[in-house]
Nanobody, 112 residues
Framework: QVQLVESGGGLVQAGGSLRLSCAASRNIFSIDVMGWYRQAPGKQRELVATITSGGRTNYADSAKGRFTISRDTAKNTVYLQMNSLKPEDTAVYYC??????WGKGTQVTVSS
């Protein structure tokens, strides 16, 4: 079992950057996959990016070239660096860990 706590959300202007953090309650080295998902109002939750225990990353098309997922196993933390933010990136961002653990989310709002 693992608890996940997100932080780093906020209000930013279009073109700006934010870095989200997901702190896990235990060592993440053995967690197969960790990732970030987001849910905008009235929309389904969608994948943003994932990272495997081997360091392999995967991104949604909307995130490619702008977002970077990384992890620090010494700090049991996964990050999402978001650059060139757009208003359509506005959503609640959730951290996820296999098999089915979720954080409570952090709000990201991008103003135009």
């Amino acid at each position: 079992q693992v608890q996940l706590v997100e932080s780093g959300g906020g209000l930013v202007q279009a073109g700006g950057s934010l870095r989200l953090s997901c702190a896990a309650s235990r060592n993440i080295f053995s967690i197969d996959v960790m990732g970030w998902y987001r849910q905008a109002p009235g929309k389904q939750r969608e994948l943003v990016a994932t990272i495997t225990s081997g360091g392999r990353t995967n991104y949604a098309d909307s995130a490619k070239g702008r977002f970077t997922i990384s992890r620090d196993t010494a700090k049991n933390t996964v990050y999402l660096q978001m650059n060139s933010l757009k208003p359509e990136d506005t959503a609640v961002y959730y951290c996820h860990a296999t098999t089915n653990y979720w954080g409570k989310g952090t709000q990201v709002t991008v103003s135009s």
